[in-house]
């Protein structure tokens, strides 16, 4: 750990608090989805979609920030991350600097959302609202979902069908209008999410079973620390399975063509992951499972979005 000791303020903004390995893989992910589908439905709008994909990702920056803020106050010697303890007993991270980024960075997403609220209409104002809530909930406040063991459906519905839909709507109503804002959230949008919700709740699960004894120690009662790492495993396999079968009810159940299957050629990734997630235990052997799956779930939206645009 000397050397996590000795990294810069830059390094800890990088590889601690951007986390881009895991942000903007997560970011991307259901927004390629959601534009293959426009494409697919001839609807596509390249400044909306850009718009929600910033307005997404400043949310969940905001949301490591605040998770990594209410941890440092509940947990001022964290084990688990003597980075950001030391950071702050040297004084190139401040608590004030990691407040002062939440809020900001939530402004600058209510601040994009205002713009695609002219654009799109009164549905962005509800998406954007309760995606903030959401992102804050998860670790701060009376009831912080994820020290609470409500984390994965959380993800599931908000990486998943949220995101989708979201950036689906504002392409669909800004090429239709306002007006049409029950046309601009098809069914579909909610169906060819759920592939990404299952896989991004994924990456979490990894996450939980890698830090089940740092959450123990800190009373964080994730899924793996309520019921036992064998419990996440299994969901794990049970969530990445569903996502591998989906494009066949998006092929055989929706009428979308064969293209839909494209994303079946991630599928020797995803078990060499699995497999991993299955067998290793340590600390060290599963950090990089996550940038590993983060990755695969944007290759597998990029099928599936490639899929979608292809279809009769």
Excluded at 170 to 178: D, R, S, T
Excluded at 292 to 302: E, K, N, P, Q, Y
């Amino acid at each position: 750990m000397s050397q996590a000791f000795a990294w810069t303020r830059r390094e800890v903004w990088t590889r601690k608090l951007l986390y881009p390995g895991h942000t903007l893989p997560t970011a991307i992910a259901p927004v390629v989805v959601a534009a293959g589908l426009a494409r697919h439905d001839g609807v596509f709008a390249l400044l909306p979609i850009a718009l929600a994909f910033l307005a997404g990702w400043l949310i969940q920056f905001a949301g490591v920030v605040t998770d990594n803020y209410t941890n440092l106050i509940r947990q001022p010697d964290d084990r688990e991350h003597p980075e950001l303890v030391q950071a702050v007993a040297t004084g190139i991270l401040s608590l004030t600097d990691l407040r002062t980024t939440i809020f900001t960075t939530y402004g600058l997403a209510a601040l994009i959302g205002c713009g695609l609220f002219l654009m799109a209409g009164w549905p962005v104002i509800a998406i954007g609202l309760v995606s903030i809530a959401a992102s804050w909930a998860y670790s701060a406040g009376p009831f912080p979902f994820g020290r609470h063991g409500f984390a994965d459906p959380l993800f599931f519905l908000f990486f998943g069908t949220v995101s989708v839909l979201g950036a689906y709507y504002v392409q669909a109503a800004v090429v239709l209008g306002p007006e049409h804002w029950r046309e601009a959230l098809p069914w579909t949008a909610v169906a060819v999410s759920l592939p990404i919700g299952a896989l991004i709740t994924d990456i979490l699960i990894i996450d939980d079973i890698r830090d089940w004894e740092f959450d123990r120690i800190k009373g964080k009662n994730t899924v793996a620390v309520r019921f036992g790492r064998i419990y996440s495993r299994i969901e794990f396999v049970a969530l990445m399975s569903f996502a591998y079968l989906t494009p066949f009810w998006f092929w055989r159940g929706l009428g979308f063509s064969a293209w839909v299957l494209l994303p079946l050629v991630t599928l020797p990734l995803a078990v060499l992951v699995a497999r991993a997630v299955w067998t290793k235990d340590t600390y060290a052997a599963l950090i990089p499972m996550t940038p590993r799956l983060a990755m695969l779930t944007v290759g597998f939206s990029i099928c599936l979005a490639t899929g979608l645009a292809l279809s009769a």
